[in-house]
């Protein structure tokens, strides 16, 4: 069973930075987008970044230009920079894995990240 391990979520004040970071013991070269979505209290998860097995990265508006996506196949590892971090960017995020064929969807558990004002 596929399964996806997040961390280096906490706690940082308004303009800090963190990283956080996707494992995927099994692998992800067979993943066609790996991504980040996050969701805070009472809200749906909403999508913050992705990208593709070529490196084609894409971000919500929210973010761009303040979080970079990466991905290394080599290590099994997608993950997501974040800095210049909001109050509003205090979240519980998840890592996304998706395969077109045959079809497969992998979410994290979640990692949370809390931004103090």
């Known amino acids: 069973q596929v399964r996806l391990v997040e961390s280096g979520g906490g706690s940082v004040q308004a303009g800090g930075s963190l990283r956080l970071s996707c494992e995927a013991p099994?692998?992800?070269?067979?993943?066609?987008?790996m991504a980040w979505y996050r969701q805070a209290p009472g809200k749906q998860r909403d999508y913050v970044a992705s990208?593709?097995?070529?490196?084609?990265?894409r971000y919500a508006l929210s973010v761009k230009g303040r979080f970079t996506i990466t991905r290394d196949n080599a290590e099994k590892t997608v993950s997501l920079e974040m800095n210049s971090l909001k109050p509003e960017d205090s979240a519980v995020y998840y890592c996304?894995?998706?395969?077109?064929?045959?079809?497969?969807?992998?979410w994290g558990q979640g990692t949370q990240v809390t931004v103090s004002s």
């Open positions: 099994e692998g992800i070269l067979s993943f066609n987008v």
């Open positions: 996304y894995a998706e395969r077109r064929s045959p079809r497969l969807v992998v």
């Open positions: 990208i593709s097995a070529y490196g084609d990265a």
